[in-house]
Protein backbone atom coordinates (compact mmCIF):
# COMPACT_ATOMS: atom_id res chain seq x y z
CA UNK A 1 0.00 0.00 0.00
CA UNK A 2 1.50 3.43 -0.60
CA UNK A 3 1.36 5.71 2.13
CA UNK A 4 -0.87 8.17 0.27
CA UNK A 5 -3.06 5.41 -0.02
CA UNK A 6 -2.64 4.68 3.47
CA UNK A 7 -3.13 8.17 4.80
CA UNK A 8 -6.23 8.40 2.76
CA UNK A 9 -7.26 5.39 4.24
CA UNK A 10 -6.77 6.01 8.01
CA UNK A 11 -8.21 9.58 7.69
CA UNK A 12 -4.85 10.82 8.92
CA UNK A 13 -4.47 14.40 8.47
CA UNK A 14 -2.43 15.53 6.05
CA UNK A 15 -0.95 18.80 7.14
CA UNK A 16 -0.16 17.62 10.58
CA UNK A 17 1.72 14.36 8.98
CA UNK A 18 3.72 16.53 7.15
CA UNK A 19 4.16 19.44 9.59
CA UNK A 20 7.72 21.22 9.39
CA UNK A 21 9.86 19.82 12.40
CA UNK A 22 11.79 22.99 14.47
CA UNK A 23 14.75 21.77 13.66
CA UNK A 24 14.88 23.58 10.53
CA UNK A 25 12.58 25.13 8.04
CA UNK A 26 12.74 22.32 5.54
CA UNK A 27 12.84 19.62 7.81
CA UNK A 28 10.43 16.53 7.91
CA UNK A 29 9.12 15.80 11.13
CA UNK A 30 10.49 12.94 12.72
CA UNK A 31 6.79 12.57 14.34
CA UNK A 32 5.29 12.46 10.97
CA UNK A 33 7.39 9.52 9.65
CA UNK A 34 7.06 7.17 12.67
CA UNK A 35 3.09 8.09 12.25
CA UNK A 36 3.40 6.76 9.40
CA UNK A 37 5.80 4.03 9.65
CA UNK A 38 3.57 2.66 12.51
CA UNK A 39 -0.08 3.02 10.22
CA UNK A 40 2.19 0.90 7.69
CA UNK A 41 3.02 -1.52 10.03
CA UNK A 42 -0.76 -2.09 11.54
CA UNK A 43 -2.07 -2.14 8.14
CA UNK A 44 0.18 -4.40 6.39
CA UNK A 45 -0.53 -7.38 4.44
CA UNK A 46 0.39 -10.43 7.26
CA UNK A 47 1.62 -12.72 3.85
CA UNK A 48 3.94 -10.35 3.11
CA UNK A 49 4.91 -7.99 5.79
CA UNK A 50 7.98 -5.50 5.86
CA UNK A 51 11.11 -6.94 5.41
CA UNK A 52 13.75 -5.53 7.84
CA UNK A 53 15.76 -4.71 5.00
CA UNK A 54 13.15 -2.30 3.72
CA UNK A 55 12.60 -0.87 7.76
CA UNK A 56 16.69 0.01 7.58
CA UNK A 57 16.17 1.48 4.34
CA UNK A 58 13.38 3.93 5.45
CA UNK A 59 14.97 4.95 8.60
CA UNK A 60 18.38 6.14 6.43
CA UNK A 61 16.70 7.67 4.01
CA UNK A 62 14.87 9.77 6.96
CA UNK A 63 18.01 10.35 8.33
CA UNK A 64 19.64 11.36 4.94
CA UNK A 65 16.97 13.56 4.02
CA UNK A 66 16.84 15.51 7.61
CA UNK A 67 21.09 15.89 7.18
CA UNK A 68 20.85 17.19 3.59
CA UNK A 69 18.12 19.87 4.87
CA UNK A 70 20.13 20.73 8.10
CA UNK A 71 23.37 21.18 5.36
CA UNK A 72 21.20 23.35 3.17
CA UNK A 73 19.85 25.39 5.77
CA UNK A 74 24.05 26.19 6.58
CA UNK A 75 24.81 26.36 3.04
CA UNK A 76 22.31 29.45 2.86
CA UNK A 77 23.49 31.05 5.90
CA UNK A 78 27.15 30.74 4.64
CA UNK A 79 26.07 32.33 1.52
CA UNK A 80 24.02 35.48 3.12
CA UNK A 81 26.63 36.25 5.60
CA UNK A 82 29.07 36.01 2.86
CA UNK A 83 27.34 38.13 0.47
CA UNK A 84 27.03 40.74 3.66
CA UNK A 85 30.56 40.61 4.19
CA UNK A 86 31.42 40.97 0.53
CA UNK A 87 29.10 43.90 0.34
CA UNK A 88 30.44 45.78 3.62
CA UNK A 89 34.21 45.73 2.31
CA UNK A 90 32.95 48.24 -0.27
CA UNK A 91 31.83 51.05 2.77
CA UNK A 92 33.61 54.17 1.92
CA UNK A 93 34.84 53.40 -1.58
CA UNK A 94 33.64 54.67 -4.98
CA UNK A 95 31.35 52.06 -7.07
CA UNK A 96 29.10 51.85 -10.20
CA UNK A 97 25.93 50.09 -10.42
CA UNK A 98 24.23 49.15 -13.73
CA UNK A 99 20.46 49.64 -12.36
CA UNK A 100 17.68 47.46 -13.95
CA UNK A 101 16.39 50.30 -16.19
CA UNK A 102 20.31 50.27 -18.06
CA UNK A 103 21.30 53.26 -16.29
CA UNK A 104 24.75 53.86 -14.08
CA UNK A 105 24.88 54.64 -10.79
CA UNK A 106 27.85 55.88 -9.61
CA UNK A 107 29.03 57.10 -5.87
CA UNK A 108 30.41 56.38 -2.70
CA UNK A 109 28.94 53.18 -0.53
CA UNK A 110 27.86 54.93 2.62
CA UNK A 111 26.27 51.38 3.93
CA UNK A 112 25.02 47.80 3.45
CA UNK A 113 21.90 46.04 4.27
CA UNK A 114 20.16 42.69 3.69
CA UNK A 115 17.20 42.69 1.65
CA UNK A 116 15.91 38.88 2.07
CA UNK A 117 19.26 37.20 1.30
CA UNK A 118 20.34 39.71 -1.28
CA UNK A 119 23.08 41.49 -0.02
CA UNK A 120 22.19 45.69 -1.34
CA UNK A 121 24.56 48.55 -1.11
CA UNK A 122 23.86 52.17 -0.10
CA UNK A 123 24.91 55.23 -2.78
CA UNK A 124 24.05 58.09 -1.28
CA UNK A 125 20.22 58.41 -1.47
CA UNK A 126 19.96 55.32 -3.42
CA UNK A 127 20.00 51.71 -2.75
CA UNK A 128 21.65 49.12 -5.39
CA UNK A 129 22.02 45.30 -5.44
CA UNK A 130 25.45 44.18 -4.61
CA UNK A 131 24.95 42.21 -7.63
CA UNK A 132 24.33 45.00 -9.77
CA UNK A 133 27.85 46.59 -9.11
CA UNK A 134 30.03 46.68 -11.84
CA UNK A 135 33.31 48.65 -10.91
CA UNK A 136 35.16 49.47 -7.33
CA UNK A 137 37.95 52.36 -6.58
CA UNK A 138 39.29 53.53 -3.49
CA UNK A 139 39.33 56.92 -3.05
Known amino acids: M ?12 TGRAYRRDTSGPNAFSSDAFMQLLLAQL ?3 NPLDPVQDKEFMGQLTQLNSLQE ?3 MTTMFQ ?3 RTNNLSQAA ?3 GKTVEARLPDGKTETGVVSGVTLN ?12 VPYASITS ?3 L
Open 2 to 13: TTSALISQLGLD
Open 136 to 138: IRA
Open 42 to 44: RNQ
Open 116 to 127: GADAVVHIGSKT
Open 68 to 70: LQK
Open 77 to 79: TFA
Open 89 to 91: ALI
